[in-house]
């Protein structure tokens, strides 16, 4: 019984090592559910560039990249990047959207606290990305620092090439209005993420 568990567990990335395009067998052990399609292992430019360095992206090529997804982010028109915290909340601690079990008309959460520690109450967090507990205290509570926060979660990646965190505007996972309220989740004085 050991065996065969030990020997399904190595053979499986040998078998994808050993395959001359990964990426296709990747596309032929998956099929599309739902809202979940396959076209998701398309990889945009900053993925394929992302993915040829792996861990290592040169310095001129992270330029490149973040130069790019900077030109991608549009702040709100009405140039008010700061919403309602207590809205903020609610999206950062959901995971509902995107899985092919998730209905596609409601909206996304941001999930943030599946890589982030957001405030001093929460029990449960993940620790991919750093804790976030203070971090417009920490930061000083700027307009700029506004904005930066806001350009951060539309695409984190035009302020940290290959980064693991999502694009959350680049990708339309949250609407303009969503990231207005993680926005202030960050910034508020009176957020618990600053308290
Ligand atoms: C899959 C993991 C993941 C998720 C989900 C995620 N992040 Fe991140 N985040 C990271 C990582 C990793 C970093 C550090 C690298 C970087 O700066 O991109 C980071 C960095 C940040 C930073 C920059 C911190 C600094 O010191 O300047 C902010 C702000 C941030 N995340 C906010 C959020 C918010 C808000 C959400 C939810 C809408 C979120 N993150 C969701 C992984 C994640």
Redesign the pocket.
Same mark, same amino acid.
């Given at each position: 019984m050991k065996m065969t568990i030990l020997a399904a567990a190595w053979m499986v990335p040998l078998a994808v090592l050993a395959t001359p395009n990964a990426e296709e067998v990747m596309k032929a052990s998956f099929k599309d559910r739902g809202q979940a399609k396959v076209d998701r292992l398309n990889q945009d430019e900053t993925q394929a560039a992302c993915s040829k360095y792996f861990a290592a992206v040169p310095k001129d090529v992270a330029k490149k990249i973040e130069a790019a997804n900077l030109k991608t982010i549009k702040y709100p028109a009405d140039g008010k990047v700061m919403g309602d915290w207590k809205e903020g909340e609610r999206?950062?601690q959901s995971g509902v959207g995107k899985q092919f079990s998730d209905n596609p008309a409601n909206p996304a959460g941001?999930? $943030?606290y599946? $890589?982030?520690q957001l405030s001093k109450a929460e029990i449960s967090f993940g620790t991919?990305?750093?804790s976030?507990y203070n971090?417009g205290k920490l930061r000083g509570f700027t307009e700029a620092m506004q904005k930066y926060?806001y350009g951060?979660?539309y695409n984190?990646q035009a302020?940290?090439a290959c980064?693991?965190?999502?694009r959350?505007g680049h990708n339309q996972i949250?609407t303009e209005q969503q990231m207005k309220h993680?926005t202030a989740l960050?910034m508020d004085p009176d957020s618990p993420v600053n308290k």
């Amino acid at each position: 019984m050991k065996m065969t568990i030990l020997a399904a567990a190595w053979m499986v990335p040998l078998a994808v090592l050993a395959t001359p395009n990964a990426e296709e067998v990747m596309k032929a052990s998956f099929k599309d559910r739902g809202q979940a399609k396959v076209d998701r292992l398309n990889q945009d430019e900053t993925q394929a560039a992302c993915s040829k360095y792996f861990a290592a992206v040169p310095k001129d090529v992270a330029k490149k990249i973040e130069a790019a997804n900077l030109k991608t982010i549009k702040y709100p028109a009405d140039g008010k990047v700061m919403g309602d915290w207590k809205e903020g909340e609610r999206i950062a601690q959901s995971g509902v959207g995107k899985q092919f079990s998730d209905n596609p008309a409601n909206p996304a959460g941001g999930n $943030c606290y599946a $890589c982030h520690q957001l405030s001093k109450a929460e029990i449960s967090f993940g620790t991919i990305g750093p804790s976030l507990y203070n971090f417009g205290k920490l930061r000083g509570f700027t307009e700029a620092m506004q904005k930066y926060a806001y350009g951060k979660v539309y695409n984190a990646q035009a302020y940290s090439a290959c980064s693991n965190m999502p694009r959350f505007g680049h990708n339309q996972i949250l609407t303009e209005q969503q990231m207005k309220h993680v926005t202030a989740l960050l910034m508020d004085p009176d957020s618990p993420v600053n308290k």
